[in-house]
């Protein structure tokens, strides 16, 4: 069946190091969301990709969706303590949003 | 504008028991999608609700259902309870169906003994 692959699964860095995760699918997406999830806390939607080879950015955070649109990064640029959490892609292969499928998570930590 | 609601956020239940959660989407939005988070599996699709219809289902047992009220409030019921069915139960809200963002409520945490 459909599914998003996401490395890596645990990330340690030092505060102020660059942080990277990526997703991909083996079957092209519709559009790709990605997720904050805190320690003890919910999934909050970060962003969505649309279009082929999309590039978004949020402060220190740079969205990629790949030309083929089946794989996806985020990279934060010098982290701080408050990028703790676990960061999840979630591919949409078309039609309703049921049809979203969440990678495992990559779980970061900072180092201060 | 208030998030979404779940309720009860704990609960522990015996094996063979059932259970029903419920989750009350933002004012507004129409879809309704739950999901089971546990560590091994991560955030499984359980299924999704628009306008009081299933649109879309997991892959899970059919101990597992759900439906959607008129007022787009949400319930998901898992009969026959196992084990394994201890997770985090989320549900989350979105406007529409399709391309929308979602929102999450602070899920359910059920423990089965």
């Known amino acids: 069946g459909q599914q998003v692959m996401q490395i890596p699964q645990y990330q340690h860095v030092q505060e102020g190091e660059d942080f990277t995760t990526y997703c991909n699918s083996s079957t092209t997406l519709s559009n790709i969301q990605w997720y904050k999830q805190r320690p003890g806390g919910h999934p909050v939607f970060l962003i969505q990709?649309?279009?082929?080879?999309e590039v978004k950015k949020q402060k220190r955070l740079t969205f990629q969706f790949g030309e083929a649109k089946k794989n996806s990064s985020l990279h934060i640029t010098a982290t701080q303590t408050t990028d703790v959490g676990t960061y999840f892609c979630a591919g949409n292969y078309g039609g309703s949003q049921g049809n979203l499928i969440f990678g495992k998570g990559t779980k970061l930590s900072v180092k201060p | 504008k208030a998030g979404v609601t779940q309720t009860p956020r704990y609960l522990i239940k015996t094996r063979g028991q059932q259970v029903t959660l419920s989750c009350s989407p933002i004012s507004g939005h129409r879809s309704v999608s739950w999901y089971q988070q546990t560590p091994g599996q991560g955030l499984q699709f359980l299924f999704e609700y628009f306008s009081e219809t299933q649109r879309n289902k997991g892959n899970f047992p059919g101990r597992f259902s759900g439906r959607q009220f008129s007022n787009s409030r949400s319930e998901m019921n898992v009969s026959t309870l196992e084990l394994g069915d201890s997770a985090l139960y989320l549900c989350a809200s979105s406007i529409g169906t399709g391309y929308n963002e979602q929102f999450f409520g602070p899920g359910t945490r059920l423990t089965v003994l």
């Open positions: 990709l649309v279009k082929s080879g």
